[in-house]
């Protein structure tokens, strides 16, 4: 078992070698799913044929070249491990200049691994998924730039070209999402997804400012190296403005609005955005600029309380949700709470952040492609309401969504409990109230999980009787969908096992700062924890086996207490955000259109109207008589002097 610690105030930061053998051709990792995707769009619809076929072949091809560089930094020491590959100087102003590069180290390619492998698996059930779609080609096009997006922002060694791939990633969603643009409120979600996200991605560009300002610039080496030497109230400014960017990418509170209106994309892309890749970015930032968050203990532990309130909201919320797919993204959404919970514990809880985010995007992406298969069989309906007692009919995505199921409910043995409960010892170390406050949280956390996961799998797979529309006649979807699947729920069922086996937590150490971790208790004995969870645990599986599945389930929701019906509408935050941010925004946008209407155009038309008028006087006098010239004339003169006379 990995040793609970509590980490020293001095942080070190892990040297790096100049990339040699297959790391030097890391850069491939990203040029070949680009590649794919600008062959693919650019094709037109005749890439309808061969487009999702050369998806595919860029998808793995990539991770193949991703498994080598993994197979080769085994065999290396553990101080030759991380790797930097220039790859050319990107541009300059003045004495300052940013340089296009890579950092291939044992984060960075846990992340290549967890996004080519459920990647590529995700690109072969879309095969099936989409085969009849007519824009299907286009499709796999943007399914290949996600992938290159999300690597390139993965890979990076600087906080300017992570951005690329950071913007590079919510455009790929934003296409993702409303790929059946046709439909109104499709477009909308996208746009919703596209627009939250834009006010993280300006905290992450004001962040990279300061760190210019800061350090005097923003590759990972530089900022993580310098550190130690800056005052904290600017490490406190950029962890901050991390978060908020953290915040809009993995959907955490309290930009978490878009997450379930996401979920109108296809069903694939739910499960490569939303499970494995895009909402782990922000986790990935924070644990990344670990140097930084360790020297701001302030904004740290907001890290802490954004991640316990979006735990417990995402839970309330897939309590009350009847759209399998909604109830997933709620779900996505508190489990990526964990892993900020986690984070913002320092070097005691940095490891399990992405152990946990490793295992989560096998069981989550298993699910919501399980999903997919009952919306398949189910004549593309998502509500639970009308389903029941599938387990017979889809037997293949029962058994491989059962697994997910266990996993994220922490059943011993499988993936979930390795990493999950790891999370829940870590939040027990500490002193003062927070040990106690965050530990109690994912212990909660847990319960409830218990509960709405297995609602959701009661209410779909099992029940007292079938609650299905005299349209549908379920049937199981296709080998090329349920293959992917049954490869997933093997990862539910032993990647957590097999990481604990490799150790994966020091292998993750060095890059966390894992080498300033000392011997440390919780307040909680751990056999007191582990024992509490399960109790949890098990007794949220009870209560959803005596409501969902014992008893009737009604066709029509209930109306509810006020709680359920706050959860149902996502705790009102539409309404919140109408009232708080685009009420007054349209306001004072209006008044700005009106002003700019009133006094600049009103301007220019008021000196137009004046000039016309002036004009129209002055053109009377304009007769065309002699006679008129000449009196106009000696008055004139006349005038001219008297005027002489007066001054003499």
Not at 19 to 29: D, H, N, Q, T, V
Not at 167 to 181: D, H
Not at 336 to 344: D, S
Request: aromatic share 12%.
């Amino acid at each position: 078992m990995y040793t609970l610690a509590a980490a020293q105030v001095v942080t070190e930061v892990q040297p790096t070698v100049d990339a040699s053998g297959a790391a030097s051709w890391a850069w491939l990792l990203v040029a070949l799913p680009l590649l794919g995707a600008a062959i693919i769009l650019l094709g037109g619809r005749s890439a309808n044929r061969w487009g999702p076929t050369l998806a595919n072949v860029m998808s793995w091809g990539a991770f193949g070249l991703g498994a080598a560089i993994l197979i080769e930094m085994l065999g290396r020491a553990g101080d030759e491990r991380a790797q930097s590959l220039h790859l050319w100087q990107w541009f300059t102003g003045g004495s300052f200049e940013v340089n296009a590069g890579m950092l291939v180290d044992q984060l960075s390619i846990s992340f290549v691994m967890l996004v080519t492998f459920v990647g590529s698996l995700i690109h072969v059930y879309s095969l099936g998924y989409m085969e009849h779609d007519p824009d299907k080609g286009r499709f796999f096009g943007y399914l290949n730039l996600f992938i290159a997006a999300m690597l390139t922002l993965v890979l990076a060694d600087s906080y300017v070209l992570l951005f690329l791939g950071w913007e590079g990633v919510g455009l790929a969603s934003y296409l993702l999402i409303g790929f059946w643009y046709q439909r109104s409120d499709y477009a909308s979600a996208a746009n919703k997804a596209f627009i939250v996200n834009r006010v993280g991605d300006m905290a992450l560009a004001i962040g990279i400012a300061m760190m210019f300002v800061t350090f005097g610039s923003a590759d990972y080496s530089t900022v993580h190296g310098g550190a130690a030497g800056a005052p904290e109230w600017a490490l406190t400014a950029i962890g901050l403005l991390l978060l908020g960017a953290a915040c809009g990418k993995s959907a955490q509170f309290p930009l978490q609005s878009w997450l379930g209106d996401a979920m109108a994309g296809p069903t694939p892309v739910s499960a490569l955005i939303h499970a494995a890749t895009m909402v782990t970015a922000g986790v990935y930032l924070i644990v990344r600029s670990n140097a930084i968050f360790d020297l701001a203990p302030t904004a740290r532990l907001v890290v802490t309380i954004v991640g316990a309130i979006t735990l417990l909201l995402g839970a309330f919320i897939g309590m009350a949700k009847d759209d399998i797919k909604k109830a997933l993204a709620a779900s996505t959404m508190s489990q990526i709470g964990y892993m900020m919970l986690a984070a913002g514990l320092g070097p005691v809880g940095y490891v399990f952040a992405i152990f946990h985010l490793l295992t989560h995007g096998f069981f989550k992406a298993g699910m919501f492609l399980g999903a997919g298969s009952v919306m398949h069989a189910m004549n593309d309906q998502v509500n639970m309401r009308r389903f029941g007692r599938l387990s017979g009919v889809l037997k293949h995505t029962w058994w491989t969504f059962g697994l997910g199921w266990l996993a994220i409910i922490g059943f011993p043995g499988l993936s979930g409990w390795w990493s999950k409960d790891k999370i829940i010892e870590a939040a027990f170390v500490g002193e003062g109230w927070q040990p106690w406050v965050f530990g109690l949280v994912t212990m909660l956390g847990a319960g409830l999980t218990a509960f709405y996961m297995s609602r959701l799998f009661f209410m779909t797979f099992h029940g007292s009787g079938k609650r299905w529309t005299e349209d549908v006649h379920p049937h199981e979807s296709p080998l090329v969908m349920t293959v992917p699947m049954m490869i997933l729920a093997v990862g539910s069922l032993a990647l957590g096992a097999i990481l604990t086996a490799v150790k994966f937590p020091e292998w993750l150490a060095p890059v966390t700062n894992g080498g300033h971790l000392e011997h440390h208790e919780p307040v909680l004995a751990i056999p007191a924890i582990q024992i509490l969870t399960f109790v949890l645990m098990a007794a949220g599986v009870f209560v959803a086996w005596r409501l969902y599945w014992k008893a009737d389930v009604p066709v029509v929701a209930p109306e509810g207490s006020a709680l359920t019906q706050a959860a149902r509408t996502d705790f009102y935050q539409d309404d919140v955000n109408e009232a708080v941010f685009v009420g007054p925004l349209m306001t004072t946008a209006t008044g700005l259109v009106e002003a700019d209407d009133q006094i600049v155009d009103g301007g220019a038309r008021n000196l137009g109207d004046g000039v016309a008028g002036l004009s129209r006087v002055l053109r009377r006098a304009q007769t065309g008589f002699v006679r008129s010239y000449a009196l106009t004339m000696l008055a004139g003169v006349v005038a001219v002097l008297g005027a002489l006379w007066v001054m003499n």
